[in-house]
């Protein structure tokens, strides 16, 4: 489906992550509304969203906060609305393995082992999401990146 045009909004808690986003965002001629304000507390209004992304970030949460920050994704989405996670996950061989270590290293083991213990997806389920399935995989320097997708019903 083709949308002329989205209203896009981007949360972050770090202000000076923020500073440097719009700044990027200027830059490259994009309308994006930027928040201050944690993903286990969103500060929007029930059913707000017809879409909600997330790269790269759950595995920085303990396993409540990631459960806390589904539960309010969900909460703002609209019904039908889509739900779409890139993070790392299962390693797909022995070589993803290795590089998921120097992920689980910096990022620290307690965060991340349920990640690469491939739990998103059931998290993703307890919270009420419908049709969660990972969609497609990629294999990187650092581990394997999976794609998740569900829906709000």
Same mark, same amino acid.
């Given at each position: 489906?083709?949308?002329?045009?989205? @209203? $896009? $909004?981007?949360?972050?808690?770090?202000? #000076?992550?923020?500073?440097?986003?719009?700044?990027?965002? &200027?830059?490259?001629?994009?309308?994006? *509304?930027?928040? &201050?304000?944690?993903?286990? #507390?969103?500060?929007?209004?029930?059913?707000?969203?017809?879409? #909600?992304?997330?790269?790269? +970030?759950?595995?920085?949460?303990?396993? @409540?906060?990631?459960?806390?920050?589904?539960? !309010? $994704?969900?909460?703002?989405?609209?019904?039908?609305? !889509?739900?779409?996670?890139?993070?790392? =996950?299962?390693?797909?061989?022995?070589?993803? *393995?290795?590089?998921?270590?120097?992920?689980?290293?910096?990022? =620290?083991? @307690?965060?991340?082992?349920?990640?690469?213990?491939?739990?998103?997806? !059931? +998290?993703?389920?307890?919270? =009420?999401?419908?049709?969660?399935? @990972?969609?497609?995989?990629?294999?990187?320097?650092?581990?394997?990146?999976?794609?998740?997708?569900?829906?709000? !019903?």
């Amino acid at each position: 489906m083709l949308f002329r045009s989205a @209203e $896009i $909004i981007g949360l972050d808690g770090d202000s #000076a992550i923020l500073k440097q986003a719009k700044a990027k965002a &200027e830059r490259a001629g994009v309308a994006i *509304q930027f928040d &201050e304000g944690m993903s286990f #507390a969103l500060p929007y209004a029930d059913a707000s969203f017809d879409r #909600a992304l997330s790269s790269l +970030f759950f595995h920085h949460l303990t396993r @409540e906060n990631k459960l806390k920050t589904l539960g !309010e $994704i969900r909460r703002v989405l609209k019904p039908g609305g !889509e739900l779409h996670i890139a993070d790392w =996950g299962t390693p797909d061989n022995r070589l993803m *393995q290795v590089g998921s270590f120097l992920v689980q290293k910096f990022d =620290g083991v @307690e965060t991340t082992a349920d990640s690469f213990n491939g739990l998103l997806p !059931e +998290f993703i389920a307890q919270t =009420g999401f419908l049709a969660v399935n @990972e969609t497609q995989h990629f294999n990187s320097l650092f581990g394997t990146i999976r794609l998740v997708k569900a829906g709000k !019903e």
